[in-house]
């Protein structure tokens, strides 16, 4: 009898299913593919089954205004990059921090300005990435931002050198809750790691990274998910084969052997590109000796009146600079930080630890046949340690920044002038209305990167959102 009011009652579901709950479903997926062709529906998925409601809400109109190209945007960046400092104890040569280029003014982030800023995008935000020029493990309040912006149920990163690391240090990391932690370790001996990674302590290093892995398991933790990023120069590309097996070895989760940037300067190429074309971004050939095009000219000449604001924890061997030094020069066109991520990891090949080399040949940065559109304008944002706001997370001077988020608010800035004027020069590149204009003041109006600085959610990403939403939380040591 049970069993057969059972049957009915399934006979009678499936009915209603096959007459309203398809054709509506089959009706909203038409909509999706006609108006969001882009989407990511994994996000959705993962939000649906989250029940995060208002995040949910904010990413589809983010998407559904970034794909109409609107200079007014409604929705909330879901994706934050936040600059802990941009103070930093190595020396690597190409990064402009560690080449002590002098384009922005230093300054470590203050625990109070990250919670309001968190306590206004916290609820709408996805992803917050803690670095951009600097090294996030010399703030000392670093493992209670990730804590507060934890509490706002976001994934959570952290690029670090990691030789500023201890034992408590692990502990309050993986207690934090950080999601994930790339590590920037180019080399299995002090000589070829300090090659790049100038100043750094290889020894030390590798003691940090065994306390790491060590914590996680005293604390039965499987956060954060630790990538071992290995760039390759010519001078350790013979270790590439060894830093497979030792990071696995040693229990990392991924280890990312990740060509590097390099910049189009006279010997460049014979002292730093590697030999297997599999290792490097640049075709040898036609790899030049400066820049393959000319700005016309550094539009602007001084830099803006930003606060430069005390740090909050000594830093070692820096003294802040009273403002940036005005400074324009020649730049190498490049992706950022996120598509260097994406290269190694990217959707496209399948998954971590999938290599698939795009080679640079710089004639590539001629006209594309599809022009692509940045998202930044519309999904993200980039703030450095002084609130001084990017508009994406591969601008470098601070001359080009579009105001203070901590000084003129959010809502002033993010539809202000200038961020209405990005999306505007996107939207007319896009439809082959506007070229690269380089005498423009503008960042994104003189930006040769147009259209290749995107961050896009990996799969790892979504795989350890679906561990901690799913089932892992009881294993979380906090
Ligand atoms: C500027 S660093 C800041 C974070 C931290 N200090 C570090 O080095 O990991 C941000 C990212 O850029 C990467 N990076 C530095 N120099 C690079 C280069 N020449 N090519 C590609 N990535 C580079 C770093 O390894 C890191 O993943
Ligand atoms: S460790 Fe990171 S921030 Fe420091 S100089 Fe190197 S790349 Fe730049």
Excluded at 2 to 17: C, F, G, I, T
Excluded at 75 to 104: A, M, S, V
Excluded at 136 to 147: D, G, H, K
Aim: with cysteine.
């Amino acid at each position: 009898m049970v069993d057969a009011l059972r049957k009915l009652d399934a006979d009678r579901r499936s009915a209603a299913e096959r007459r309203f709950v398809r054709p509506v479903l089959g009706f909203l997926g038409k909509l999706r593919r006609r108006y969001l062709p882009e989407l990511d529906e994994n996000i959705v998925r993962l939000l649906w089954a989250r029940r995060a409601w208002r995040k949910l809400a904010n990413f589809l109109l983010v998407e559904l205004q970034a794909e109409n190209m609107g200079t007014r945007v409604t929705g909330k960046p879901y994706w934050l990059t936040i600059d802990p400092t941009n103070f930093c104890q190595l020396r690597c040569p190409f990064c402009p921090t560690g080449g002590e280029r002098h384009i922005r003014s230093k300054a470590v982030l203050k625990l109070e300005d990250f919670k309001r800023l968190m306590d206004e995008l916290g609820p709408t935000l996805l992803h917050v990435d803690f670095m951009n020029w600097g090294e996030p493990l010399l703030n000392r309040y670093i493992f209670e931002m990730v804590s507060y912006a934890k509490k706002f149920d976001i994934d959570t990163k952290m690029d670090t050198n990691l030789n500023e690391f201890s034992e408590e240090m692990a502990e309050k990391m993986v207690r934090s809750g950080l999601d994930c932690v790339s590590l920037s370790i180019d080399g299995l001996t002090q000589e070829t790691y300090s090659k790049y990674r100038v100043r750094g302590d290889f020894d030390k290093v590798m003691r940090n990274l065994e306390t790491l892995i060590r914590k996680k398991k005293e604390l039965g933790s499987s956060r954060p998910y630790v990538i071992w990023q290995f760039l390759v120069f010519k001078h350790n590309e013979h270790e590439v084969e060894r830093v497979r097996q030792l990071g696995k070895e040693m229990g990392v989760d991924v280890v990312g052997v990740t060509p590097a940037f390099l910049p189009f300067r006279p010997g460049i190429k014979d002292e730093w590109l590697p030999l297997k074309p599999e290792h490097r971004h640049y075709d040898p050939e036609t790899f030049p000796d400066r820049p393959p095009w000319e700005w016309e000219s550094a539009p602007k000449t001084e830099a803006p009146s930003l606060p430069d604001p005390a740090p909050v924890a000594p830093l070692p061997e820096e003294k802040l600079s009273a403002a940036a030094v005005p400074h324009v020069e020649v730049l190498p066109p490049r992706g950022g930080v996120r598509s260097i991520i994406e290269r190694f990891f990217g959707r496209k090949r399948g998954g971590a630890g999938k290599e698939e080399t795009p080679v640079i040949n710089v004639q590539v940065y001629k006209e594309p046949e599809k022009r692509p559109r940045c998202n930044w304008p519309w999904a993200g944002i980039a703030v450095n340690p002084n609130g001084s706001v990017s508009p994406c997370c591969s601008v470098e001077e601070e001359i080009y920044d579009f105001g203070n988020i901590f000084t003129e608010g959010f809502s002033g800035i993010w539809n202000g002038p200038n961020y209405r004027r990005a999306r505007r020069h996107i939207r007319d590149y896009v439809k082959h209305r506007q070229d690269v204009k380089t005498r423009s003041e503008h960042a994104c109006e003189r930006c040769f990167s147009i259209g290749r600085a995107n961050f896009t959610f990996q799969p790892w990403w979504r795989f350890s959102q679906f561990d901690w939403w799913w089932g892992l939380r009881e294993k979380d040591p906090r």
